[in-house]
């Protein structure tokens, strides 16, 4: 099953209920962060290409720079999706072909903000939109992370549109809520995906 939704939409809080169901959630942030450690090709790549300003002190990626950098000129942001995306796409299969030994749930999560945008879908069989209106994802967002509103409107402008997000959902969790109708809703969908994993 594939987990998605737009920045600030409650991604994170939906796959927080998945696990503690015992589902196996791979997270392709933390896939995206692996593939750029200190010492992996990628990061090489990416200080050659940006220069050391993307670089800590303790020769770990600077994030914060680079989200600034890519997601204010389009053909950079292309250039990073280009070399990570691949090696992201690597380690999410991995990481996706040893959850039955260690989970207990008949059927893993693939946890992906550019879930569809970067074509990972193929990697699933359905799609889970977690959803909320525009606003309130740019209230949440800004209340959470430490970005200007500016960037997080770049964010959302780089992701999929709301409307084309929910037109490739097979199932969407409304998540306009408390935490707890979220949960409810998630404990919801994680017995129908029980049942249809298995069924197959």
């Known amino acids: 099953m594939g987990l998605t939704g737009g920045i600030g ?7 927080a209920r998945f696990r503690s169901h015992g589902v196996n959630v791979v ?10 450690e200190p010492g992996r090709p990628a ?10 300003t993307v670089i800590q002190a303790d020769g770990s990626l600077d994030r914060a720079a680079l989200r600034k950098l890519v997601f204010d000129d389009p053909t950079e942001r292309r250039w990073l999706e280009q070399l990570t995306h691949p090696l992201i796409r690597e380690e999410i299969v991995t990481s996706l072909a040893a959850s039955p030994k260690t989970h207990p749930a008949p059927y893993s999560i693939l946890e992906s903000p550019l879930l569809i945008e970067s074509g990972q879908s193929e990697l699933v069989q359905r799609v889970c939109v977690v959803d909320l209106p ?6 949440r967002a800004s209340a959470r ?8 409107r770049k964010i959302m ?7 084309a997000r929910c037109a490739k959902a097979d199932d969407i969790l409304d998540n306009s809520g408390s935490l707890e109708s979220l949960n409810a809703k998630v404990d919801v969908l994680h017995a129908k995906y029980v049942q249809l994993a298995t069924q197959t």
């Open 134 to 139: 525009e606003a309130m994802q740019l209230a």
């Open 43 to 52: 990061l090489a790549a990416i200080a050659e290409h940006f220069g050391p």
């Open 145 to 152: 992370d430490s970005n200007t509103l500016e960037q997080i």
């Open 27 to 36: 997270d392709a942030d933390r896939a995206a962060r692996v593939v750029v």
């Open 9 to 15: 939409s409650g991604k994170s809080a939906a796959a």
């Open 157 to 163: 402008a780089a992701q999929l549109a709301r409307a």
